[in-house]
């Protein structure tokens, strides 16, 4: 998935990175556990990094101060990952949490 899908589209891109893998099962076996849960923040937080800078490198102007868009964003994904953990059984999909996502946020401060 390049860049902007995965900035359009954050869940569905942590919903493949997840996809079939350990990853997976880890995240469910620990997500009662707070320093699972600051790892994971920071890991969302480092893939956003990679992606902005990317964004920044390649001319695009943003209206705030990166590192806090990316700050920002990862703690949105972060949270709406850890409530998606809390109601897997539910089986709402990533392209509803993905619609979770924009309306929580202003993707205009993503991509203009």
């Given at each position: 998935?390049?860049?902007?899908?995965?900035?359009?589209?954050?869940?569905?891109?942590?919903?493949?990175?997840?996809?079939?893998?350990?990853?997976?099962?880890?995240?469910?076996?620990?997500?009662?556990?707070?320093?699972?849960?600051?790892?994971?923040?920071?890991?969302?937080?480092?893939?956003?990094?990679?992606?902005?800078?990317e964004?920044?490198?390649?001319?695009?102007?943003?209206?705030?101060?990166?590192?806090l868009?990316?700050?920002?964003?990862?703690?949105?994904i972060?949270?709406?990952?850890?409530?998606?953990?809390?109601?897997?059984?539910?089986?709402?999909?990533?392209?509803?949490?993905?619609?979770?996502?924009?309306?929580?946020v202003?993707?205009?401060?993503?991509l203009?």
């Open positions: 998935m390049n860049v902007e899908d995965r900035l359009r589209q954050p869940m569905q891109s942590i919903a493949t990175i997840l996809s079939g893998n350990v990853l997976e099962r880890m995240v469910q076996n620990q997500k009662k556990d707070e320093g699972f849960k600051h790892f994971f923040r920071k890991y969302i937080e480092e893939i956003f990094k990679q992606d902005f800078m964004l920044k490198n390649r001319g695009k102007q943003f209206s705030l101060p990166v590192e868009a990316v700050e920002f964003h990862s703690g949105v972060s949270l709406l990952v850890n409530w998606w953990i809390h109601h897997f059984e539910e089986n709402i999909t990533a392209e509803q949490m993905d619609e979770y996502y924009y309306l929580l202003n993707e205009k401060i993503l203009k």
